[in-house]
Structure formats: structure tokens, C-alpha cells
């Protein structure tokens, strides 16, 4: 099976401008969640998604959103972008909605803002 | 609020020595315990889970353990390779917050030849 795919890899923006990441989880896989990373934080949950439901949320100013498609893929939409949402954004799946299955990453895109 | 903690920071040891990495959380009301490594660059790969129910898990030359009531996991890392070098992240889920994972800070580990 394939793991889970984000794109871009990398991304340079500019502030003020808005920006799109994509997630394909693993297939059969209905959970998708993202996280972003960076040296001072650490790892920080944004959101979670589940048959196309956002289940909960980190967090994060309202200018982070995001969906889920009927196929599980997602997407995460970042607008106004500050200097500070200079990250690696990662995007994890898991089987099903419960807590039994481990999740698993993709390799993230590198957005970084100018 | 849950917290959690990995000691030490970073770590570096000679090929060929066993090593522990550890992980304490501050609430012991999690649902499982996951053990990831990251490589530079590079996103999270998946090693071993334990359930809440679960005392151990083992795969290959990793084995962790976790003892909920003391709010304490760890990694143990046999016959230690330089392909082992990465940093190594700990997370818990805890109940009632979906998917949602709380990370330690991680442990970079570096083993030299």
C-alpha cells in the first residue's frame, strides 16, 4: 500500500497571501489529522477528520481550516499568512475513528513565508 | 492539560550499546501510547504502539513498555546501529479527543560508528 502523500513538498510564500496544502492518506484509511511543526513548539495538533467531519480542533486562529473529501483526501487552507506559520505542516491517517489503530505520517510540506 | 515530557534531549552513544529513551505524561487518562522516529527532513515514521491496557510491545530490536500509573513509558534500543540515529518522539491519545496526538519535544539520538 502506499503511504500517506502530501504536496506540494515545499512551498515559499509571501505574507498576506493564502495557502493550500493536500493530504492523501493511506487508502482504506477514513481519519485524517494535521500537525504542525516547528523547533520552538514542537508538534501541535490542528484538526481531525473523519468521513468528511471536522472531530475536533487545536488550538489555532480561525485562519487555519480545513476539509475532507467523499475519497478521505484533505486539504488544509491557510490564509493571511504571518511570518510565523514558517513550519513543516504534517498530515497523519488511521483506520477507523477509534483509538485502537496507530497513526501514520506522511513526510509534510515545508511552507515557508518571505 | 496533558503534558509530556522526553528525557534527555539528545543522546550519543557508540554502535553497539543497548540504550533507553523515556517519556513521562502528566495525566495517566490516555487512551494509547505511540513511539515515532523522525529522520531530518523527514515526516514521522510509526514503531511501536501500546494500547492503554498494555504493559509492552516489541518489534525487531525495540521494545517499549509503559506503566500508566506512573505516567511513565520506555524505549529500549538493543545492539544500537548508526542507521538508528534520528530523533525519536513519544505521543499520547487520550480519550475524548478524537485522533488527536500530545507530543514530547523528542530525544535526537546519534550513534557513531
Known amino acids: 500500500k502506499a503511504g500517506v502523500t502530501q504536496t506540494p513538498r515545499y512551498l515559499i510564500k509571501t505574507r498576506g497571501q493564502q495557502v493550500t496544502l493536500s493530504c492523501s492518506p493511506i487508502s482504506g484509511h477514513r481519519s485524517v489529522s494535521w500537525y504542525q511543526q516547528t523547533p520552538g513548539q514542537g508538534l501541535q495538533f490542528l484538526f481531525e477528520?473523519?468521513?468528511?467531519?471536522?472531530?475536533n480542533k487545536g488550538n489555532f486562529p480561525g485562519r487555519f481550516s480545513g476539509r475532507q473529501f467523499s475519497n478521505s483526501r484533505s486539504e488544509m487552507n491557510v490564509s493571511t499568512l504571518e511570518l510565523g506559520d514558517s513550519a513543516l505542516y504534517l498530515c497523519a491517517s488511521r483506520e477507523t475513528g477509534t483509538g485502537d489503530q496507530p497513526q501514520h505520517f506522511g513526510d509534510g510540506t515545508r511552507l515557508s513565508i518571505l | 492539560k496533558q503534558e509530556v515530557t522526553q528525557i534527555p534531549a539528545a543522546l550519543s552513544v557508540p554502535e553497539g550499546e543497548n540504550l533507553v529513551l523515556n517519556c513521562s505524561f502528566t495525566d495517566s487518562a490516555i487512551y494509547n501510547l505511540q513511539w515515532f522516529r523522525q529522520d531530518p527532513g523527514k515526516g514521522l515514521t510509526s514503531l511501536l504502539l501500546?494500547?492503554?491496557?498494555?504493559r509492552e510491545q516489541t518489534s525487531g530490536r525495540l521494545n517499549a513498555s509503559l506503566d500508566k500509573s506512573s505516567g511513565r513509558s520506555t524505549l529500549y534500543i538493543a545492539a544500537s546501529q548508526p542507521g538508528d540515529s534520528a530523533t525519536y518522539l513519544c505521543?499520547?491519545?487520550?480519550?475524548?479527543?478524537?485522533?488527536?496526538?500530545?507530543f514530547g519535544q523528542g530525544t535526537e539520538l546519534s550513534v557513531k560508528p
Open positions: 501500546i494500547q492503554s491496557s498494555q
Open positions: 505521543a499520547v491519545l487520550i480519550y475524548n479527543q478524537g485522533g488527536k496526538l500530545i
Open positions: 477528520y473523519f468521513s468528511e467531519t471536522q472531530r
